[in-house]
Nanobody, 123 residues
Framework: QVQLVESGGGSVQAGGSLRLSCAASGTYSMGWFRQAPGKEREGVAAITVDGSSWYADSVKDRFTISRDNAKNTLYLQMTSLKPEDTAMYYC?????????????????????WGQGTQVTVSS
């Protein structure tokens, strides 16, 4: 059973920073996703077990995905936060399409999800 538990969300002013964590029950290819009210869930960043990573254009140069395989923990360092980054953030594991990089940021590519952590950015 894959278990994922996110933490680190909160409220911050525009321009601020937050670091999200996701404690996993094992070592998997993983991703961060977010969903704002009334919007579809979207991919933010993804990372393989060996550290290859991908980012959505909207967060490139502001967010950094990383992992500590010894601790089975995934991170998302978010800087220069904007009000439009406000959303529930989810980590996901169980990437279904090994080798297909085009699917790395698609929610449908992952089989396991955490409960989410809220990030609110005020202007």
């Amino acid at each position: 059973q894959v278990q994922l538990v996110e933490s680190g969300g909160g409220s911050v002013q525009a321009g601020g920073s937050l670091r999200l964590s996701c404690a996993a029950s094992g070592t998997y290819s993983m991703g961060w996703f977010r969903q704002a009210p009334g919007k579809e869930r979207e991919g933010v960043a993804a990372i393989t077990v060996d550290g290859s990573s991908w980012y959505a254009d909207s967060v490139k140069d502001r967010f950094t995905i990383s992992r500590d395989n010894a601790k089975n923990t995934l991170y998302l360092q978010m800087t220069s936060l904007k009000p439009e980054d406000t959303a529930m953030y989810y980590c996901a594991a169980g990437f279904r399409y090994s080798g297909d990089v085009s699917r790395r940021l698609l929610p449908s590519s992952y089989g396991y999800w955490g409960q989410g952590t809220q990030v609110t950015v005020s202007s």
